[in-house]
């Protein structure tokens, strides 16, 4: 079975890091990859990020760990366990790795929501809990800012 790990970054408008990802799946996500074997999730996706966007966490918190069955990699392996991260810190300015990234993009809600079919398709089921998790975070930050 393999593992994936993924992250969360917002940056100080709390607008949401995705990649325009240059390997399949295509398409729009979060920084992601592989758990290599042995290798803590936190620790991998930790070293996705800098690997993918160069920049360098520091505080996260798992948000979501899902076993999807029809997940197929660019290895042919069908079926992930997927763990998600919402970063809390992190530094350093974005320089993708051309080898993975075409393009990067800060994204809040509705562009999200826009982008619908660029979404990596492998990432479909992660990405449902995601938006999810992108439209509790918008009426939270709504509620917030009505009581001030």
């Known amino acids: 079975m393999h593992s994936s790990a993924g992250v969360i970054i917002k940056n100080g408008e709390g607008k949401i890091l995705m990649i325009d990802r240059a390997t399949p799946p295509f398409g729009w996500a979060c920084p992601a990859g592989h758990v290599d074997e042995g290798e803590d999730p936190e620790v991998a996706a930790k070293r996705e990020v800098f690997e993918e966007v160069g920049v360098t966490v520091s505080n996260m918190h798992p948000i979501l760990h899902?076993?999807?069955?029809?997940?197929?990699?660019?290895?042919?392996?069908?079926?992930?366990?997927?763990?998600?991260?919402?970063?809390?810190?992190?530094?350093?300015?974005?320089?993708?790795s051309e080898r993975e990234v075409k393009n990067f993009s800060w994204m809040d809600a509705e562009e999200l929501k826009n982008k619908g079919n660029a979404v990596a398709k492998?990432?479909?089921?992660?990405?449902?809990?995601?938006?999810?998790?992108?439209?509790?975070?918008?009426?939270?930050?709504?509620?917030?800012?009505?009581?001030?």
């Not at 029809?70 to 809390?88: A, Q, S, T, Y």
């Not at 492998?122 to 917030?144: G, H, P, Q, R």
């Open 122 to 148: 492998s990432y479909d089921s992660v990405s449902v809990l995601f938006t999810d998790f992108i439209n509790f975070t918008a009426i939270s930050e709504k509620m917030s800012a009505s009581k001030t």
């Open 66 to 96: 899902e076993f999807v069955e029809w997940n197929e990699c660019n290895k042919g392996v069908r079926g992930h366990d997927w763990h998600l991260f919402e970063v809390e810190k992190w530094k350093g300015e974005v320089k993708i």
